[in-house]
């Protein structure tokens, strides 16, 4: 079982640990800007009750790492190891598998940031964890996801519609993963 507390991560740039509760304002000042969560398919938190919530549970599940900007400490995005979307398929069934979500504060995009977060945790992912492949997935929509999604190699597989039962139409989301094998070949 991951405990992604058990693994801090420490990069150029990041810390990647876990998330403490008084983390609240921080989470609270990135995930109430309208636009940010919808991108990645949570409504943006309109008090702070509701960051309060997520944030209690990212501590018990502990799969979701905090970003710190190290120059400024604060954090400012999150990087979950979740649940991938190759979950309900037969083909995947016997494999080690995780997503990677991520969502960075508005103000830090552009800046390479959730690349070199990305990286590190791929770089457990594959050499601690020993898991067989690694998931990610972008709404069509998405560009800037889909843009980093490849620069990190990860490759397309499939797309899927996915109903959030807000009453809008099902959204047209984009799969990749990553294998092991083709993590250590860099291919
Ligand atoms: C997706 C996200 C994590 C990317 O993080 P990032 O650290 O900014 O990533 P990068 O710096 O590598 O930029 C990725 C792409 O975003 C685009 N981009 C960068 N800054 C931007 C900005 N200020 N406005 C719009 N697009 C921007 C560029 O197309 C860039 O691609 P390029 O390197 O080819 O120019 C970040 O944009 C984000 O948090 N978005 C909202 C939540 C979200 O979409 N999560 C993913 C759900 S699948």
């Known amino acids: 079982m991951i405990r992604i507390s058990e693994s801090t991560i420490e990069t150029d740039r990041l810390l990647l640990r876990a998330w403490r509760m008084d983390d609240l304002m921080d989470f609270y000042s990135y995930a109430s800007v309208p636009g940010v ?4 398919g949570w409504p943006h938190h309109e008090n702070l009750e509701t960051s309060r ?23 400012i995005g999150s990087l979950g190891v979740q649940h991938p979307w190759t979950e309900e398929l037969a083909k995947y069934k016997n494999l080690e598998i995780r997503e990677l979500g991520f969502v960075l504060a508005k103000e830090y995009w552009g800046q390479g940031l959730m ?17 067989d492949a690694v998931t990610c997935s972008h709404f069509a929509t998405n560009h800037q996801s889909q843009r980093l999604i ?22 047209r989301t984009l799969n990749y993963m990553i294998d092991s094998d083709s993590y250590f070949l860099g291919s």
Request: with cysteine; charged share 30%; glycine share 4%.
């Open 115 to 131: 690349m070199e977060a990305c990286q590190a945790v791929l770089e457990v992912a594959f050499n601690k964890w020993k898991l």
């Open 150 to 171: 490849e620069k990190l190699g990860f490759k397309y597989k499939q797309t899927e519609f996915l109903n959030f039962r807000n009453g809008k139409p099902p959204v």
């Open 53 to 75: 919530t997520i944030l209690k549970r990212f501590i018990k599940e502990d799969w979701t790492y905090a970003l710190v900007f190290k120059e400024n400490p604060q954090v």
């Open 37 to 40: 969560g919808e991108m990645a």
